[in-house]
Structure formats: C-alpha cells, structure tokens
C-alpha cells in the first residue's frame, strides 16, 4: 500500500557534500514524521534526524551542524542535505516515517525504505 524509496546514495569524498532523498507513495491520507536512520556494519541502527509534520527538526550530536533535514509535503517528500562528510559517515541510510494510510478507516503505520549507500572515502 505505501512505499518510500530511497535515492541519492554514492561515493563521495572526504569534505563532500551528498543529498538523499525518500519519496512516498501509495494510499497516504497524511504523513506524521519522518525520519532518517543509518547502520554501518557491525553497528546499531541509529537515529541520524527526524522532522515533525509542524516543521519541528532534532538531529544526533555526531551530525549536528553537518546535516539537514527538510520535507516537500506536496511532493511527498524528504531530503537529507549532508555537508562537511566524514569517513566515519559511511553507511546504509534508511528512510523512516509514520504515515496515516485509508483502510476502510484511518489509520497509522511505520514504514521504511529499503535503503540506500553512502560511502565517504579519504
């Protein structure tokens, strides 16, 4: 029923910048947070930044200043803007997100993306 995809994943330099984006799809009647989470390998799933329907932003302290968290609610969309890379940012990047879907009634699901790479290198 709903889908979010994940693009703008890559190689990138040390001190580079990179833009994902996670696009929305299917039996949406409105979107609550949203959120990006990141696994590198050996490590736990982390909360990298998320944004609340009202605008509201929080970040993790080790990308604080770095990155930035936005929403196109028309376009059903949300980017993360990554400036100022670091070797240690190499992961997988998951979209996240709350959504109210219609189903005879209205109610709300967590979905994820399938995610996408990003990889920093020296």
């Known amino acids: 029923q709903v889908q979010l995809v994940e693009s703008g994943g890559g190689l990138v330099q040390a001190g580079g910048s990179l833009r994902l984006s996670c696009a929305a799809s299917?039996?949406?009647?409105?979107?609550?947070?949203m959120n990006w989470y990141r696994q590198a390998p050996t490590k736990q799933r982390e909360l990298v930044a998320g944004?609340?329907?009202?605008?509201?932003?929080h970040y993790a302290d080790s990308v604080k200043g770095r990155f930035t968290i936005s929403r196109d609610d028309v376009k059903k969309m949300v980017y993360l803007q990554m400036n100022s890379l670091k070797v240690e940012d190499t992961a997988t990047y998951y979209c996240?997100?709350?959504?109210?879907?219609?189903?005879?009634?209205?109610?709300?699901?967590?979905?994820w993306g399938q995610g996408t790479q990003v990889t920093v290198f020296s």
């Open positions: 299917g039996n949406i009647y409105s979107i609550n947070t």
């Open positions: 944004i609340t329907s009202g605008g509201s932003t």
């Open positions: 996240n997100a709350d959504i109210w879907i219609e189903a005879g009634k209205v109610k709300m699901n967590n979905y």
